[in-house]
């Protein structure tokens, strides 16, 4: 398969805090980059997306960082609830707009908030 | 609006089986993609449909397949089961080039 099965990293973090969760893509070609959510027991919940011509995009309580020229990903979260607490997953898009929607994700990242 | 639904949730089935998933877009997403999610391997694309047609297929052997209908409602199939097919089956829907939703997943196991 395309992503390989790691063991997955653990981010822990207090309630109030920032989280910083890195990425680091595969394809130098891909122009479109996504950030998922996945809660125990659920299918993957869109986060926030950017495509490959910006550099930095906010939403919500949430910034994602592209850096393509060491072709990295990071999702800033402000002020983290237990609510955040979930697996994330970067997933990259090599041919957005063009013939195909498929993702390639990265392994994950559990973020797990400390009351 | 409704999101993407999966049916059945839960499936177990025995090796040599086959089995059929089923997935009902968002209405009016023409795009459903099929993912496998395990531990090991993480979240892995099968195969893509637009307008009943595929689109790309992933590195799965041929014992995975799949078809979108009319109504863009769409099935994947998995002939002669094996241990490693237990997994979760996810599906997602999107308007062309937009953003993708997941549904819930389908959770095979293979016994």
């Known amino acids: 398969g395309e992503s390989v099965g790691l063991h997955l990293p653990t981010l822990s973090v207090q309630e109030g805090d920032n989280s910083i969760i890195n990425c680091a893509y595969s394809?130098?070609?891909?122009?479109?980059f996504i950030w998922y959510k996945q809660e125990s027991g659920k299918g993957p919940q869109f986060i926030i997306d950017?495509?490959?011509?910006?550099d930095k995009r906010q939403g919500q309580r949430v910034t994602v960082l592209l850096n393509k020229t060491v072709k990295h990903l990071s999702l800033q979260i402000a002020a983290t609830q237990p609510g955040d607490s979930a697996v994330y997953f970067c997933?990259?898009?090599?041919?957005?707009?063009?013939?195909?929607?498929?993702?390639?994700f990265g392994t994950g990242t559990l973020l797990a908030v400390q009351p | 609006k409704a999101g993407v639904t999966q049916t059945p949730r839960y499936l177990i089935k025995t090796r040599g089986q086959q089995v059929t998933l089923s997935c009902s877009p968002i209405?009016?997403?023409?795009?459903v993609s099929w993912y496998q999610q395990t531990p090991g391997q993480g979240l892995q694309f099968l195969f893509e449909?637009?307008?009943?047609?595929?689109?790309n297929k992933g590195n799965f052997p041929g014992r995975f397949s799949g078809r979108q209908f009319s109504n863009s409602r769409s099935e994947m199939n998995v002939s002669t089961l094996e241990l490693g097919d237990s997994a979760l089956y996810l599906c997602?829907?999107?308007?062309?080039?937009?953003?993708?939703?997941f549904g819930p997943g389908t959770r095979l196991t293979v016994l």
């Open positions: 209405s009016g997403h023409r795009s």
């Open positions: 997933a990259e898009n090599l041919d957005y707009g063009g013939a195909t929607n498929k993702l390639i």
């Open positions: 997602a829907s999107s308007l062309r080039d937009a953003e993708q939703f």
């Open positions: 950017i495509r490959s011509n910006m």
């Open positions: 449909y637009f307008s009943e047609t595929q689109r």
């Open positions: 394809n130098s070609a891909s122009d479109y």
